[in-house]
């Protein structure tokens, strides 16, 4: 079994900073690509960044040049720096990753979520 476990959340204020981690670990062949989603009360989740076992990364739109998602491959985690943090980005954060499996199936994890509040 695969399990991802987010660490950074917390209370903010706004244009304050933090910094979210999402280590991985079970048994896997490789880990294709990871990412950041979020959801807030009342909306759909929405995309925050995703990086690729390349490097390649994506980031919404509400998000791009405040926001820095990274990993470290040796240690299965990635990271999401969020600075110039606003209210609207109040949200449990959810960590996700697609997996190739010992038997090589591709799969979808997610963490169980942080939570971000951004809040004078």
């Known amino acids: 079994q695969v399990q991802l476990v987010e660490s950074g959340g917390g209370l903010v204020q706004p244009g304050g900073s933090l910094r979210l981690s999402c280590a991985s670990s079970?048994?896997?062949?490789?880990?294709?690509?990871m990412g950041w989603y979020r959801q807030a009360p009342g909306k759909e989740r929405e995309l925050v960044a995703t990086?690729?076992?390349?490097?390649?990364?994506n980031y919404g739109d509400s998000v791009k040049g405040r926001f820095t998602i990274s990993r470290d491959n040796a240690k299965n985690t990635v990271y999401l720096q969020m600075n110039s943090l606003k209210p609207e980005d109040t949200a449990v954060y959810y960590c996700?990753?697609?997996?190739?499996?010992?038997?090589?199936?591709?799969?979808?994890?997610w963490g169980q979520g942080t939570q971000v509040t951004v809040s004078s």
């Open positions: 996700n990753a697609k997996l190739t499996s010992s038997r090589f199936y591709n799969y979808t994890y």
């Open positions: 079970g048994s896997f062949f490789s880990i294709n690509a």
């Open positions: 990086i690729t076992s390349g490097g390649s990364t």
